[in-house]
């Protein structure tokens, strides 16, 4: 049921930006790209949601390609803190109530 | 404004018991949901209560796991009898606004880690 690709496992410097890719090629016209972390032992933490345009919050930006094929959720200066697995979940046009999370990316932050 | 919040964090129990787990979502959030994540899978959906009725309980994984959410408030997810392989963490989510619903966000709570033994 996944519609989206992410890489399994990511190192980042404590303080650089992190730049977290996800592949989502048969997304449809209307459906929204969301973000979610999981912390370990916590439950998942919503980040961000997009649908065409860049989207910036408090806690990461969400930069979507222009045929939305793909997007990267940005962590401006990563701390330690942001260790966790990063779920890229398209949420579908239909079954819209229930999110399919996938493998996810696990972030690590280096000091 | 208080989270999600689930009770207990953590139960064990054995093989052939009830296990009734408890969520309470944000204030005001007429829909709830319960997913599971069980050993080494990725996070399943299990069901999606509106206010008190059950919209989709297409995830619900056999007739031994029966969820309630009675005055649609807080929720119950109760498993009877208890399996090994129903060990695992159970989230519950709520979300606010059932006229955006395609694009409301879902508020997850901690978790409850049930093993069975």
């Known amino acids: 049921d996944a519609k989206t690709t992410q890489p399994p496992s990511m190192d980042c410097a404590e303080g650089r930006a992190a730049n977290l890719p996800c592949n989502h090629s048969?997304?449809?016209?209307?459906?929204?790209v969301y973000w979610y972390r999981q912390i370990h032992s916590q439950g998942p933490q919503y980040i961000i949601h997009?649908?065409?345009n860049n989207e910036t919050n408090e806690m990461a930006s969400l930069i979507i390609t222009e045929d939305r094929k793909s997007s990267t959720l940005i962590l401006p200066h990563a701390t330690l803190r942001d260790t966790a697995v990063y779920y890229c979940?398209?949420?579908?046009?239909?079954?819209?109530?229930?999110?399919?999370f996938g493998s996810g990316t696990k972030l690590n932050v280096k000091p | 404004e208080a989270g999600v919040t689930q009770f207990p964090s953590h139960s064990v129990i054995e093989k052939g018991q009830t296990v009734t787990l408890r969520c309470d979502p944000i204030?005001?959030?007429?829909?709830l949901y319960w997913y599971r994540r069980v050993m080494g899978k990725e996070i399943k959906f299990l069901l999606h209560?509106?206010?008190?009725?059950?919209?989709?309980e297409s995830g619900m994984p056999n007739n031994r796991f029966l969820a309630e959410r009675t005055g649609g408030t807080y929720s119950t997810l109760k498993v009877q009898p208890a399996e090994l392989e129903d060990s695992g963490v159970y989230f519950c989510?709520?979300?606010?606004?059932?006229?955006?619903?395609?694009?409301?966000?879902?508020?997850f709570g901690p978790g409850t880690r049930l093993t069975v033994l």
């Open positions: 989510a709520s979300s606010q606004d059932l006229e955006a619903i395609a694009t409301d966000t879902q508020y």
């Open positions: 204030s005001g959030h007429d829909n």
């Open positions: 209560f509106v206010k008190e009725s059950k919209q989709d």
């Open positions: 048969t997304i449809s016209g209307n459906e929204y």
């Open positions: 997009g649908l065409k």
């Open positions: 979940i398209v949420r579908r046009k239909y079954n819209f109530n229930k999110f399919y």
